[in-house]
């Protein structure tokens, strides 16, 4: 059964710094791997999608990585801003669904002006 | 083109009473996926309907939780007598269709945030 893990569950660093969110799988079984960011009562908001042939996506600021055979990729978030500040998650999709998507927990981040 | 829209926003049930939510797919999906989100948890899918079918419902409780999607109107949740564990954000998603598209991109709304009380 696959299962996502993201860690930390909470990250509070200063503006301006490079950061790293982590997102584990226990099955490398996927067809691709996204990651979303989830501002408070608001919707989710697709970032970057990785297929399972990919190694990374970039996409201004943000560079995602994935290692399919290890099950992790990374959001590496470069010159944080304050408007960074929402909670990140990961969600992969298995190669046996056409539709279905296992989702983390989220990193909660917070980018202190 | 305006995005996949759910409503109510924010919805405050009593215990036993009946929770309706509704989301409109963008235009031109005709796939919705719901999805629950407990607190500090991430999201949990519960089923998945195209027009006036049910595909997948595995995620959804066997009683009290029901989903259409009608050929008119837009796609229902409906909780029946809600209890307090019931309360969560329910995200519901659209996309064209998933076998055909490579990629399959979900388009998702604001949520709907259950609260009972």
């Known amino acids: 059964k696959q299962e996502v893990t993201q860690i930390p569950a909470a990250l509070s660093v200063p503006e301006g710094e490079n950061l790293v969110l982590n997102c584990s799988f226990t099955?490398?079984?996927?067809?691709?791997l996204q990651w979303f960011r989830q501002d408070p009562g608001k919707g989710l908001t697709s970032l970057l999608l990785?297929?399972?042939s990919q190694r990374e996506q970039t996409s201004g600021r943000l560079n995602a990585s994935l290692d399919k055979s290890s099950g992790r990729s990374t959001l590496y978030i470069a010159a944080s801003q304050p408007g960074d500040s929402a909670t990140y998650l990961c969600?992969?999709?298995?190669?046996?669904?056409?539709?279905?998507?296992?989702w983390g927990a989220g990193t909660k981040l917070i980018i202190k002006p | 083109n305006a995005g996949v829209m759910q409503n109510p926003r924010h919805l405050v049930r009593r215990r036993g009473q009946e929770a309706r939510l509704r989301c409109s797919p963008m235009k031109g999906h005709s796939h919705v996926y719901w999805y629950r989100q407990l607190p500090e948890e991430g999201l949990k899918f519960m089923v998945y309907l195209q027009k006036e079918n049910i595909i997948d419902e595995s995620g959804m409780p066997k009683e009290r939780f029901s989903a259409e999607f009608p050929k008119e109107g837009p796609s229902i949740l409906r909780i029946q007598q809600v209890v307090r564990g019931d309360s969560a954000a329910y995200f519901c998603?659209?996309?064209?269709?998933?076998?055909?598209?490579?990629?399959?991109?979900?388009?998702f709304g604001a949520g709907t945030r259950l609260s009972v009380l």
């Open positions: 969600a992969v999709r298995p190669l046996d669904s056409n539709y279905q998507l296992i």
């Open positions: 998603a659209s996309s064209p269709d998933p076998v055909r598209s490579s990629k399959n991109i979900q388009y």
């Open positions: 990785i297929q399972s």
């Open positions: 099955d490398s079984a996927i067809y691709n």
